[in-house]
């Protein structure tokens, strides 16, 4: 199978390319290219507009007899995109852009006109003003003249402005001005005022900081009084009561503590304390054997002792009664 792309094509030794014959076409044959319109422009048939930068299939040829600087010149054939009429315009190597030739006008031509214009006479006159210093000066006064001529006829147009319309301009730049210096002084009342109410709650601020702490303070010397004057424990409870209410409250406290103390442990009466009270008896001495029989006056003193006992207390009789009951067990 051939290759399908040949890069290297096969010449006899006998090839000579002089023999081949040449193509003979005409100088003035026209391409199909493709392009855009180089500017805008109108068409003169049906006054269609196109703009530039459209694109259009155009026809390519080269002018004959006319050449800038040894650069050949194209002319191009477009159709009109609704009448299909032939437009056709040419290269300008020495402005470098395009002139039209027939079929539309172009847009804005009067403008690049003028601009021309005016660059031939800035030239010229430069070119005057070259070697010629009299020259400058005629043209600085002229300059003067002309400008002067035209601050007049803008006064004249204002002047006829104002009788026309009747408006006082002055007045209204008075009263402008008016305004933008109220509306000053009411910006600077209002950051003075922002800035004297910040001061002030800081300032209140300050103020509450150090009230609390003289509070805290002084709760804290009250607390410390008040725990150094409890001795007792039963004085915690006249702590929460004002100094005029703790003589009022004092007794409805104390008996509200015994009825709760009496619920949960039982009365203290000396009655209640008579089974559990024992009084603690005197360390014993060797004494000498004694027989049953003989009384001892110690034992005598005893007996005699226990009827005074008898009279006393409670506790004295209780005393005694373990008295008997330790000798009779010994």
């Given at each position: ?41 109108r068409c003169k048939t049906c006054g269609e507009y196109i703009y530039k930068g459209k694109k259009f299939n155009a ?49 804005f031509q009067a403008e690049k006109l003028l601009e021309e214009e005016v660059s031939r006479i800035q030239q010229e ?206």
């Amino acid at each position: 199978m051939s290759e399908r792309k040949v890069l290297n094509k096969y010449y006899p030794p006998d090839f000579d390319p002089a023999k081949i014959p040449k193509l003979k076409l005409p100088k003035d044959r026209q391409y199909v290219v493709r392009l855009m319109a180089p500017f805008n422009m109108r068409c003169k048939t049906c006054g269609e507009y196109i703009y530039k930068g459209k694109k259009f299939n155009a026809r390519k040829e080269t002018v004959q007899n006319e050449l800038y600087m040894g650069l050949p010149i194209f002319r191009f054939y477009i159709k009109c995109t609704r009448c299909l009429a032939e437009i056709t315009f040419k290269t300008d190597p020495e402005n470098t852009d395009y002139a039209m030739e027939h079929g539309a006008t172009r847009n804005f031509q009067a403008e690049k006109l003028l601009e021309e214009e005016v660059s031939r006479i800035q030239q010229e006159r430069d070119d005057e003003e070259l070697n010629n210093p009299m020259k400058v000066l005629e043209n600085r006064t002229k300059d003067s003249k002309l400008e002067m001529e035209v601050l007049e006829n803008l006064q004249e147009l204002k002047e006829l402005n104002q009788r026309q319309a009747q408006v006082d301009y002055e007045g209204m730049i008075a009263k402008y001005r008016e305004i933008e210096r109220r509306e000053k002084e009411r910006e600077k009342e209002e950051d003075e005022l922002e800035l004297r109410d910040v001061l002030e709650l800081s300032r209140v601020k300050r103020l509450i900081d150090s009230d609390s702490d003289d509070e805290e303070e002084s709760s804290s010397s009250s607390t410390q009084l008040q725990r150094s004057n409890t001795d007792k424990p039963t004085d915690i409870l006249m702590l929460g009561n004002p100094p005029e209410a703790q003589g009022s409250s004092t007794t409805g406290v104390k008996r509200a503590k015994t009825e709760s103390w009496e619920k949960s442990v039982g009365t203290l009466g000396k009655g209640a304390l008579l089974g559990f009270v024992v009084r603690k008896k005197p360390a014993k001495t060797a004494e000498p054997l004694q027989p049953k029989d003989s009384k001892t006056p110690s034992a005598e003193a005893a007996n005699t002792s226990k009827p005074t006992a008898e009279k006393g207390s409670s506790l004295s009789l209780l005393a005694a009664y373990s008295d008997s009951d330790s000798g009779d067990s010994q």
